[in-house]
């Protein structure tokens, strides 16, 4: 099995720098709903979830029709997946381990396209060569887990553009979006009613801290292909709570300014922090920063109480690189005291 971060049931009482989530954790609104919501979990969730993909809808500024809702941006990955059955997949590394695994599920053949050190692991002009009649879809991340950088939005768009030509779908993950200062220059979103072959890929795990309920959803015009997926995907997948919490999260607009105010100020500090302990730091366009150190560091940071994410089990990396989350400023302070020793033994 792959190994993730955020595995607090083996690594107790270590502080959590391995998951990307929200420090603030939870807004109130939402976990009151999701609270609330468990006396009416005696009955099946709407299979449909109709009131939560109307409060997406209204959101994003899309039409109800165009979203599919799935347990969790995984799910969603792998209903896509089944739907499309594509028989060719393009794909950059290193990446999010889950579009290998929903890929090879369906046995497609994956043409992976490195990102290399020397250019800081990002996406570049010649990618778009690599899309061809024969290629079933395109996978990216934006900004890219686990190296934190942005594809520029030209490049994005011209993807998007070669994949219709070429006939091909891209899956654009655009999960950490919600972080992004300027995000509206950085999403496909307004893309979507003119280019059906776009799917974009969002979830509230990050932002608002929802992880364990697992709620994340599809956009796409096409709505043949929103309709199989619903037809491949198991009844019931998105559960009471997570229904409701769902719908009180897209009302959360202040926690989400607040949260995006507080988690570049915090991301300031450990970005000063890691050049200062002489580390390499590649990207940290979302809530968590990719570098480089010494191999070794996340067994010496585990002894003075820090849990990180190594990357090394990525493809495309090696050992030495690794993801941090950023979290609030007490936590920061003491990572960063506890970095410079592990560091500088």
Request: glycine fraction near 8%; charged fraction near 25%; proline fraction near 4%.
């Amino acid at each position: 099995m792959h190994k993730h971060g955020g595995d607090i049931y083996r690594n107790q009482g270590l502080v959590d720098y391995s998951a990307n989530i929200n420090f603030f954790g939870m807004p109130e609104g939402v976990r009151q709903a999701a609270k609330d919501a468990i006396d009416a979990s005696v009955w099946y969730p709407d299979p449909e979830c109709e009131a939560l993909k109307d409060a997406i809808a209204k959101k994003e500024g899309v039409p109800t029709e165009w979203i599919f809702c799935g347990n969790g941006a995984a799910d969603v990955i792998f209903s896509f997946v089944l739907a499309l059955k594509p028989g060719k997949a393009l794909l950059p590394v290193p990446s999010f381990y889950e579009y290998r695994q929903a890929l090879e599920s369906v046995d497609c053949r994956l043409q992976e396209v490195i990102l290399r050190e020397e250019e800081d692991f990002c996406l570049q002009d010649t990618f778009l060569e690599q899309i061809q009649e024969d290629t079933d879809v395109v996978v990216l991340c934006n900004p890219n887990n686990p190296t934190g950088q942005l594809i520029d939005q030209k490049l994005s768009e011209q993807i998007a553009e070669r994949c219709a030509k070429s006939g091909s779908y891209l899956l654009m993950d655009e999960c950490f979006h919600d972080f992004l200062e300027d995000g509206q220059q950085h999403t496909l979103v307004p893309k979507l009613g003119q280019n059906a072959k776009i799917f974009v890929l969002k979830a509230f795990t990050k932002m608002y801290g929802m992880a364990g309920l697992r709620l994340g959803y599809g956009i796409c015009s096409d709505t043949a292909l929103i309709r199989r997926m619903e037809a491949v995907s198991q009844p019931w997948n998105v559960s009471v709570p997570a229904q409701a919490a769902g719908i009180a999260a897209t009302k959360e607009e202040e926690f989400v300014q607040k949260s995006r105010t507080l988690m570049a100020e915090q991301k300031a500090v450990l970005l000063a922090g890691l050049r200062d302990a002489g580390l390499n730091v590649y990207g940290f366009a979302a809530n968590y920063i990719f570098f480089q150190a010494k191999p070794g560091l996340e067994e010496r940071l585990r002894q003075k109480g820090f849990m990180i994410r190594n990357c090394g089990n990525y493809d495309g990396l090696r050992e030495g690189f690794y993801r941090i989350a950023v979290r609030g400023e007490a936590d920061n302070q003491a990572f960063l005291s506890a970095l410079m020793q592990a560091e500088h033994k």
